[in-house]
């Protein structure tokens, strides 16, 4: 349990500081590139992670370790994503009079998170022979 709890622990301040990075970048737009970028990357990742420890052949049970699925899927990528800034941003958007750039925001974060998840699946599969 303690492991656990270290690897979420460790995987979430690594995905954090990561998120923070990006952050920095500068970017001359009312849209927010870093966050979205963010959270389409950190979908791809979960389809990853997801699929292969579905269906992973790394160990000899089949699977992906436990631990290392919590390290990366609910540490990393909880850490790295983040619904509360795409929340914020949105709401900014819309109330600073850029409703058309929250509409696109929004939708485009909604059907590219799906969509990204999805392709992580597929990745998983071609990187593992299905």
Do not use: W
Request: hydrophobic share 55%; aromatic share 12%; with cysteine.
């Amino acid at each position: 349990m303690i492991l656990n709890i270290l690897c979420v622990a460790f995987g979430g301040a690594l995905g954090a500081s990561l998120r923070y990075v990006i952050s920095l970048v500068p970017v001359k737009s009312v849209f927010p590139f870093q966050t979205f970028f963010t959270n389409i990357l950190g979908c791809f990742i979960v389809g990853v992670i997801a699929a292969l420890a579905a269906g992973a052949v790394h160990k000899a049970d089949g699977q992906i370790s436990p631990v290392l699925v919590l390290f990366l899927k609910t540490g990393f990528c909880g850490g790295f994503t983040t619904f509360s800034t795409f929340a914020l941003e949105s709401a900014g958007l819309f109330s600073g009079g850029h409703a058309s750039a929250g509409g696109v925001y929004v939708a485009l974060t909604l059907i590219s998170g799906i969509i990204c998840v999805y392709l992580g699946e597929l990745a998983a599969g071609f990187i593992l022979g299905k």
